[in-house]
């Protein structure tokens, strides 16, 4: 078992208390790891505020190329990382090396819009008073920003925070999840290899209530981004101020199978995209709205598909679905399919076998809320404008898609639907990590991906000069 400090300044740090990090799947002790408390929060936060300045200096290139040598690494340490993630998490290996390959694209994203940071003009004449002037508004650094991480995607989503932050010329404090803070503790260690300033990137793992707590509102943090649920993204929000804030947040992503869809393909995509990661994706297939005439088809292909994924230790290389991240939140899943009518197949300390629901009422915890678990329900309808309907009656808005043939189909639907991303002939579980992502309504409000990030996480100034 490997042991972890804290990581303030460019170095390893004791904390208040130690946690010891377990797999999810079997509960087998994984690593030690230290917890800050008040002090170390205060102290990584004085640290980051130091290395500010340090920060702006650097040029683009500087920066840009910090970013790259991180992504050389990541690459270098791919195994390493799968196993830290796969451990942690509980995330299948396979998947966690796609985590990795993923993790090191935000970063070349991250080293290339780092390069590619720039203002603009303004048509100053363009206002009769503005003759004889000129003026160009520039992209500066906020200063030090708060990240805190789920723990769904420990290594990526801590870069999609981490990588645009550097790129434009910030210092970050990163509180990352309790369950899930190794990858987090590892990555910073690689930061220092490739060459960032001590300082810039402070590491501080500590229970949300006390750590996150602190680093909202706190007069030194220009900004937070948080990802997470929604009911701690609110309560954050509202303490926030006027701090800047990004809030990527949870959803029940739905999916439109037209009478006209592929139905093997949609089906085999469907079921990819809920069984993942045991379904604890922000992007998850939940809710499915398959038109009348093909529902029994439709679902006899899912539930085939769904059979078809074996379930084991993360480890093990031939695993598609593992565990949950607790045997509480495996407890929750299970009351939640028991209310809906179905009945959960557990094994082990945390592991539910792949559920379809058919029918449930769209009130049903399983359809409206947010389940994140191995669990989608199918449900029929009649009408395209119907199936809109029912989508857009999630108070959750991050991604959605549509099987179809028709183009005139897949466009009312994608104009219609009230999401932050939508898919065509795909699941919304895809993301690439240059896209902007991020939702409406409940699931949040900002965008990620780096070049998209970069503009919540730069100021814009005015320079405004008369050449009259
Ligand atoms: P969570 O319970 O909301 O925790 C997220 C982070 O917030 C953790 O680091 C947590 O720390 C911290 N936290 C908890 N209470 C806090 C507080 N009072 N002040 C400050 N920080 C606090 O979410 P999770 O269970 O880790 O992750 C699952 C959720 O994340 C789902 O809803 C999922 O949809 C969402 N998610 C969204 C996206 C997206 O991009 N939209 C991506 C992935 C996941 P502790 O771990 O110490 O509690």
């Given at each position: 078992m490997n042991s972890y400090g804290?990581?303030?300044?460019?170095?390893?740090?004791a904390g208040e208390s130690v946690r010891t990090?377990?797999?999810?799947?079997?509960?087998?002790?994984?690593?030690?790891?230290?917890?800050?408390?008040?002090?170390?929060?205060?102290?990584?936060?004085?640290?980051?505020?130091?290395?500010?300045?340090?920060?702006?200096?650097?040029?683009?290139?500087?920066?840009?190329?910090?970013?790259?040598?991180?992504r050389q690494l990541l690459l270098d340490a791919k195994e390493e990382f799968a196993v830290i993630i796969a451990s942690e998490s509980g995330k299948p290996l396979r998947e966690a090396r796609l985590e990795v390959d993923r993790g090191a694209a935000t970063l070349l994203f991250s080293a290339e819009e780092a390069n590619r940071l720039a203002g603009e003009e303004v048509p100053m004449d363009a206002a009769a008073h503005g003759a004889g002037k000129m003026a160009l508004v520039i992209r500066e650094p906020l200063g030090v920003i708060a990240a805190?991480?789920?723990?769904?995607?420990?290594?990526?989503?801590?870069?999609?925070?981490?990588?645009?932050?550097?790129?434009?010329?910030?210092?970050?404090?990163?509180?990352?999840?309790?369950?899930?803070?190794?990858?987090?503790?590892?990555?910073?260690?690689?930061?220092?290899?490739?060459?960032?300033?001590?300082?810039?990137?402070?590491?501080?793992?500590?229970?949300?209530?006390?750590?996150?707590?602190?680093?909202?509102?706190?007069?030194?943090?220009?900004?937070?981004?948080?990802?997470?649920?929604?009911?701690?993204?609110l309560a954050l929000r509202a303490k926030a101020g006027l701090q800047r804030m990004t809030l990527e947040l949870g959803s029940n992503s739905a999916v439109i199978v037209a009478a006209d869809a592929d139905l093997e393909d949609a089906a085999r995509r469907c079921a990819a995209g809920a069984f993942a990661n045991s379904g604890q994706v922000c992007i998850s297939v939940q809710r499915i709205l398959v038109a009348e005439p093909i529902a029994a088809a439709f679902e006899d292909a899912l539930r085939d598909a769904a059979a078809q994924l074996p379930i084991g230790h993360p480890l093990d290389e031939s695993t598609a679905v593992s565990s949950l991240i607790s045997p509480a939140e495996a407890d929750r899943v299970a009351a939640w399919v028991a209310e809906a009518g179905g009945a959960a197949v557990r094994s082990g300390r945390a592991t539910i076998a792949p559920i379809v629901l058919r029918g449930v009422p769209d009130t049903a915890r399983v359809f409206a809320d947010e389940v994140f678990g191995p669990v989608v329900s199918a449900n029929s309808f009649r009408t395209l404008d119907e199936a809109i309907n029912r989508v857009n009656a999630s108070v959750y808005g991050l991604q959605a898609s549509i099987f179809t043939k028709d183009l005139a189909t897949a466009f009312r639907a994608a104009r219609r639907v009230h999401v932050g991303g939508f898919l065509i002939n795909d699941v919304p579980q895809f993301r690439a990590d240059q896209m902007p992502y991020g939702g409406v309504k409940r699931s949040g409000t900002g965008r990620e991906g780096p070049r998209y990030a970069l503009e919540e996480m730069t100021e814009r100034k005015l320079i405004c000069w008369n050449v009259s």
């Open positions: 804290l990581w303030i300044q460019g170095a390893e740090t990090v377990h797999v999810p799947f079997d509960g087998a002790p994984f690593a030690a790891v230290a917890e800050a408390g008040p002090a170390q929060t205060q102290a990584a936060i004085d640290a980051a505020t130091a290395a500010a300045p340090t920060m702006r200096d650097l040029s683009r290139a500087q920066r840009s190329a910090i970013l790259r040598q991180a805190i991480t789920p723990f769904n995607f420990p290594l990526n989503l801590s870069l999609h925070k981490i990588g645009p932050a550097l790129a434009g010329g910030n210092a970050v404090v990163h509180k990352p999840a309790s369950a899930t803070p190794v990858s987090a503790l590892r990555l910073a260690r690689l930061f220092a290899e490739a060459g960032l300033p001590p300082g810039a990137l402070n590491v501080i793992p500590g229970p949300g209530g006390r750590v996150g707590d602190l680093l909202v509102g706190h007069p030194a943090i220009a900004m937070v981004t948080f990802t997470g649920s929604a009911d701690v993204g």
